[in-house]
């Protein structure tokens, strides 16, 4: 029985969707034909566009250097890990030793980085002067060149006027 109205509903709901289609087939103006100079466009668009995504999607080279930075990102904290396991499992007093140990070597990566700070500085310091020494020399090469120029051209102005007198300018 069931069957039977399941059968019914849908013979009754395709046939109004049918009709629903005809109207709409019969409203709609018929498409026009289409210039082949647009589908080619759009051909010719579509390529360009594949390219660019070629050139866009990374290459196999770019993902193993990604995946490379991605490891060494993880490296240290994978490799702190290993070590607080492998100091869990020593006896208390290799623990304490290898305590005392980290703790030199924190101080002595603090210590080496405060050197390599001042050293940063006193080179930077030696490049300021070094640029303020270069543009000083630059400022007084300029300035005897100016001289040396206006000296020629009063040199010129006599030679001329020794020449062909009354032409000075």
């Known amino acids: 029985m069931a069957a039977k109205k399941k059968a019914r509903r849908t013979t009754q709901r395709s046939s109004k969707s049918t009709?629903?289609?005809?109207?709409?087939?019969?409203?709609?103006?018929?498409?026009?034909?289409?210039?082949?100079?647009?589908?080619?466009?759009?051909?010719?668009?579509?390529?360009?566009?594949v390219r660019k995504a070629a050139k866009k999607a990374p290459s196999r080279a770019q993902r193993q250097v990604a995946a490379v930075r991605a490891a060494v990102k993880k490296a240290p904290a994978r490799a702190r890990a290993a070590v607080r396991k492998a100091v869990k499992k020593m006896p208390p007093k290799a623990q304490k030793a290898v305590a005392k140990a980290e703790k030199q070597f924190t101080?002595?990566?603090?210590?080496?980085?405060?050197?390599?700070?001042?050293t940063v500085q006193q080179a930077e310091a030696a490049v300021a002067k070094a640029q303020d020494s270069a543009e000083k020399s630059a400022t007084s090469m300029m300035d005897q060149a100016k001289d040396f120029a206006g000296k020629m051209s009063d040199a010129v102005e006599t030679a001329v006027d020794k020449v062909i007198p009354g032409q000075a300018k």
Do not use: L, N, Y
């Open 107 to 118: 101080k002595t990566v603090a210590a080496v980085k405060k050197q390599a700070a001042k």
């Open 19 to 49: 009709k629903a289609k005809v109207k709409a087939r019969a409203k709609r103006p018929a498409p026009k034909a289409k210039a082949p100079m647009k589908r080619k466009v759009k051909v010719a668009r579509a390529k360009v566009a």
